[in-house]
Every structure is written in C-alpha cells, then in structure tokens.
C-alpha cells in the first residue's frame, strides 16, 4: 500500500483511569472547525440502492471537493475499499491532509475495483479518517462490547471506529469515524444499541480531549413494533450521544440539532421552541422503502471543547452512494466561555 495507508491498529486497550484534563489553549483564530463524514458505499457492484458502480475517481473527485469547499479539518468516510482511500489520500495530501484506514472485511472480490485502464486491483474493505496536518498513528477502535452475544450477531464484519488525533485550532483532537450495525431483518434488535454504548462509553471524554465523531450511525426508531424513518434521531440506540436535555445520557451535540427548519413534529409543537431537537436533514435514500429519506448519519462534538453547531446534507450523488454526504461546523469553546452552546 502507499506510504499514506497506515498499518490497521489494534483495538485501544481500556484506559486505567481518568486522566487529567489539559486546560484548553485559545485558539488564534475564531474560525470554526469544519467536518466531514460520507459513506461512499465503495464496494457496491451496481444495486440500486447503493450505487451505480464500485469505482475510485468519481468518489476520490467528490470526497476532495466537498472537503475543500467546507475546509473540513476532519473527513470521515464508511464503506470504503482500501484502493479508494490511497487515492482520496493522494489528493487531499496537497491541501495538508494525513488519513487512517482501518479493515473491517475481508472476502474474496469484496474490493475488486475496474481502474481506468480496464485491470482489477483487489483490496480491502473498512472504514477511514482524514484530518489536517500531522496525525498520531490511527487506531482501529473495537466497537462490538467484549461479549459473545455481540459478536455471535454482529459478524463477520469487525466493527471498529477509525481514529487518529490532529492538532486542531491548537489543541490535541480526537475524530473518529463510526459505522454502526445496520440492523438486518432477522437479527436482534438491540446490537447497534449495544455497539453505541460501548462507543460513547469510551474513555476520551473523561480524559478531558476534545472528540468529534462522524459517520453511519444506522439508527433505527421504533415506535411500537414498527420502525419510524422519518424521525431516526429519536431511536433510543442514540441516547448514549444525546444530552439529557434532549432525552439522551451522553454528552455530545449533533451539527444538524439547531436547525429549526428540521424539527420533527414534537419540537415545533413545544412551548416555548427548543434551541435543539433531535431531527436533521435526511442523509439516506432507500428506493425500496415505504418511508424513503432518514437521517442515519451524524456528526457529534463533545459539549465540553465545542458549541455554534451547524450542519446540512449535500445533494446526493446517485452513482456514488445511498448516502448524502453530511457536512458540519462548530466552533472552540474557549477558557472564557465564549462561543458556548449548551
């Protein structure tokens, strides 16, 4: 592989305990930090709700784009082969960009690519993270709970996080790129619930570094027995991120939760109107679902070290993905407490 490819890291040990939290350096600039996260379903053959073919420079073309025009400091992508991730890297090098790839699959032709010039390369499938200027070495961060149960249903794919840490606005930053189990019919219900625990159980957080999450979160809302799209964040397998203020027990905001054109039915119906709520733009299209659009795809910040969210879902690209790419910002909370959202 290229120099850019990074060798797949072990799953991070347990932390022994909290560390001590640094106190946060005030940036020069109030500029915001800008995100990234797309799931380019880089494997896809041709399916109709996937993608209309598994290729590198459609995808490499859209990735740098949408990350130069955000000034993304992070990207992250999900469903990546490893072939489109050296030539993404290659591209977005000259900007100051560094990257991580961590292999979750690995089958016979899961990423056999068609280059240009008509030869097959053959790859690796996981998942990836980009982030400017120099990174630590990435981890591929175990999400499955260290249980049989888990592991009997979530296989045969190793769900791990990518993650690397940056320098970013003059602080130490952890930006991790998430794929989630996808809920399949015919498996338990509560395996990405458990997976999402675990995440948001992680030591970072008390650890005092900042934390920008970013990817497939494949939440599923049921109301009843019946699952909802159409108001995916309200799904309890997102609870472990949201703020107790919005029904949750983590400690993370969302980039599209303060977009009030966005907000389902219970928040416009509240008195007064919340500053957030759980909704956003939808981030996916399933041609053969009843309800079509939902919001699978998120980008949290930890409330401690950010505030000013913002996000919006670009337009959809129907020969890259099933997906939108979800683009956000926020800005650093400083020692003073300017540009704090709660």
């Keep these: 592989m290229p120099a850019l490819l990074l060798t797949v890291a072990a799953a991070a040990p347990a932390a022994a305990g909290p560390a001590p939290a640094a106190a946060p350096s005030r940036p020069a600039s109030g500029a915001p930090v800008g995100f990234l996260t797309y799931n380019i379903c880089g494997n896809s053959p041709n399916t109709a709700d996937c993608s209309a073919t598994r290729e590198v420079e459609k995808r490499r073309d859209a990735v740098v784009a949408h990350a130069r025009a955000e000034k993304s400091d992070f990207v992250f992508l999900q469903e990546v082969c490893s072939q489109q991730f050296a030539t993404i890297g290659r591209a977005l090098k000259g ?12 089958r016979p032709g899961v990423c056999d690519v068609k280059e240009p010039d008509g030869t097959v ?21 175990t999400i499955d709970p260290d249980d049989d149960y888990t592991r009997q249903h979530s296989g045969p794919e190793a769900w ?40 948001a159980a992680h030591p970072w957080l008390d650890a005092g570094t900042p934390v920008v999450l970013g990817g497939d979160f494949n939440p599923l809302h049921r109301t009843g027995t019946i699952p909802d799209r159409t108001t995916s964040p309200r799904s309890t397998d997102l609870d472990p991120f949201y703020r107790p203020e919005l029904g949750g027990s983590g400690r993370l905001i969302e980039v599209d939760e303060t977009d009030a054109a966005r907000f389902d039915a219970t928040c416009k119906a509240a008195t007064p109107r919340p500053r957030a709520c759980r909704s956003g733009e939808p981030t996916h299209l399933r041609q053969s679902a009843e309800v079509k659009e939902a919001k699978l795809d998120y980008i949290f910040v930890d409330r401690d070290h950010f505030g000013n969210v913002r996000g919006d879902a670009l337009p959809r690209d129907s020969e890259i993905s099933d997906h939108y790419a979800l683009v956000g910002s926020a800005t650093v909370r400083h020692d003073d407490g300017d540009d704090e959202q709660r």
């Design 160 to 199: 791990h996080a990518a993650c690397v840490e940056a320098e970013i606005r003059g602080r130490k930053t952890r930006g991790c790129s998430v794929h989630l189990y996808p809920q399949y019919d015919g498996k338990p219900p509560d395996i990405n619930a458990r997976q999402a625990a675990n995440l």
């Design 121 to 141: 390369t053959k790859g690796v499938y996981g998942i990836a993270v980009y982030a400017k200027g120099p990174i630590t070495p990435g981890e591929a961060v």
């Design 95 to 106: 900007d100051g960009y560094d990257g991580h790839f961590a292999e979750t699959f690995r």
